[in-house]
């Protein structure tokens, strides 16, 4: 999404690069007004809607055509006239210039300030974060001797913002967050910087709604590599705006990057992780290309252990150890969340908390990496109620024992890996599939940029549609498990979401 400002501006210097094709002397009288104008919608648009690097060019031309009009004011005279020479040099400037007013366009097209859903709930959003120290829990990532685990982990909440609440924008830390992040995929690292523009549906430290004497409580855990807590910030906002508190967990080292409050970054450990970013071989490759093809889970399985195995011990090695962290995390939030509840809990964090946390409705759920985490974990400890995986998978969990809890697999069109679990399941388990889908569209990326789209990062399904299938089988699956109610969507779902392939099992 353009926003207004900037796009009149463009708009507005289109026109005066257009009439500039036509001699001065043809050129109507009412075009000397524009570029002050332009000059005008511009200095509100930086006021109101922010610098961002995608209307640069635009920047650059309207400085041009400021000083070209300076210029023919304080000298009418040489800007009249002339031969062949003149008319080619200004045809030719005119049409540079509105090619580079063009990437304007194509940039914010490509890298727009896009808009997340509306939140579909009754309750308003309220959301916030906390650093937590396990003093307990050396980390495994730092070298100092005296370092414990520190986490950051965003909330998102139902609330009752007062009159002067601010919203939050998408990203707190945008120049950080972004430079990190187009590390790990070959980008730039301004690229993603105006997702600080982005605002969100949330607001900052609005306090906690009192409709409810107590809120069901989900954790969830990012994906690996370039994963964050703020990764499935629509979905956040789905489940606080429907009466869940959510807490979000930044997995430092694991994840893109954690910010702490006084400033230290703890970006993802790329030397911990060295063996997994080896360029694969041609085996591997094949492997991999085998796996792709493939409509047998089981084939599926078979050839990512082969996969896993050409790429040797310490890659597989360092994911064992990741996803014991994770967990352990998770464990180690649960138990902050108790303290929060009981009001023993840091002084930092907010008295509405206090006896408002049910923790004996509990969900855990994770995307990717964070998918495989939140199934550990939900496998080992009674406490997870319910549980989601959102398209994860390691095979180091294929032993793992079988469900007992509710479960619920939520897959893109080719991964039929959930299958090794779904299959000797105890516990009601559910499958979607979701056709046209990929890895990514699991995550905000679906909505964020066309061109993950272009780049096959993303299925052709349309990002929005995405969001909302996942929100709609998400919020089903945890009220109905969670909060005790109807859910018709895993009942007899029919043809709602023609693009959705469904299964369950064990499930009444």
Known sequence: MMQVFDTLTLLILLVVLVVCYLPIVKRPRWLRYLPPLALVLALIHLAVEGFRWQMMPAYVVLVLILLWSGWQYWNPKTSVGGGRWVTIRRITGVSLAITLLMTSGLFSYLFPIFELPQPSGPYAVGTTDYHMIDH??????????????????????????????????????????????????????????????????????????????????????????????????????????????????DHAYIGVASIYPDGRLAAFDQEAFSAMFEPPGPETVALYEAMDASTDWREQISLLEKAMATMGEGAGAAMIEALAIQQADQLFVLEE????????????????????????RLGIFGMSFGGSTALGTCVADPRCKAGINL?????????????????????????????????KANGPVYAVSIDGSTHWNFLDVSIISPLFQMMGSTGPIDGYRMLEITEAYVLAFFDKYLKGQDAPLLDSPGDTYSEVEFRKMNAD
Request: hydrophobic share 35%; glycine share 8%; no cysteine.
């Open 136 to 249: 307990n829990r050396p980390e495994t990532y730092t070298s100092g001797p005296s370092d414990n685990r520190e986490l950051m982990v965003q909330v998102w909440y139902p609330a009752e913002p007062d009159a002067g609440a601010v919203i939050t924008p998408y990203w707190r830390h945008p120049r950080i967050q972004s430079a990190e992040l187009a590390k790990g995929l070959g980008m730039p690292g301004f690229i993603l910087s105006h997702s600080g523009l982005v605002p969100t549906h949330s607001f900052w430290n609005a306090p906690l709604s009192d409709a409810q004497a107590a809120y069901p409580v989900l954790i969830f855990s990012h994906g690996f590599g370039q994963g964050s807590a703020r990764q499935n910030t629509s979905l956040m906002e789905a489940l606080a705006s429907h009466g869940y508190v959510v807490f979000s967990i």
């Open 337 to 360: 969340i108790g303290r929060m509840q009981s009001g023993t809990g840091e002084k930092d964090h907010p008295e509405w908390f206090k006896g408002r946390l049910d923790l004996s």
């Open 391 to 423: 398209d994860g998978f390691q095979d180091s969990q294929i032993d793992l024992p079988p469900l007992e809890r509710p479960f619920m697999f939520m897959n893109n069109e080719s991964s039929l890996f959930y299958n090794v679990m779904f299959e």
